[in-house]
Nanobody
Framework: QVQLEESGGGLVQAGGSLRLSCRAS????????MAWYRQAPGKQPELVAR???????DYAESVAGRFTISRDHAKNTVYLQMNSLKPEDTAVFLC???????????WGQGTQVTVSS
């Protein structure tokens, strides 16, 4: 069973930056595709960024060029560096992991990101 623990959310002004962290425990980090989703009030969760075990990444069009996802295998941690934040980025950001062998999916509790205008 994989546990995901997020940190790094908070309140920031438009144009500012935040870095989110998600530490995975209880499983083989190298078998996990790691991703960040976000859910704004009244909306469905949307994929923000994803990184596979080899470091390959993909991004939602709305964040490409502003956000960077990365992973540190030594620390079992995935990061989301968010720059040039906009008020529309305000959401609960959720860490997600998928085991590439079992296809089991795991979610963190989420961390709130609020961008003020």
């Amino acid at each position: 069973q994989v546990q995901l623990e997020e940190s790094g959310g908070g309140l920031v002004q438009a144009g500012g930056s935040l870095r989110l962290s998600c530490r995975a425990s209880g499983g083989l980090f190298g078998l996990l595709i790691m991703a960040w989703y976000r859910q704004a009030p009244g909306k469905q969760p949307e994929l923000v960024a994803r990184v596979n075990a080899g470091g390959g990444t993909d991004y939602a069009e709305s964040v490409a060029g502003r956000f960077t996802i990365s992973r540190d295998h030594a620390k079992n941690t995935v990061y989301l560096q968010m720059n040039s934040l906009k008020p529309e980025d305000t959401a609960v950001f959720l860490c997600n992991a998928i085991n590439v062998r079992s296809l089991a999916q795991y979610w963190g509790q989420g961390t709130q990101v609020t961008v003020s205008s």
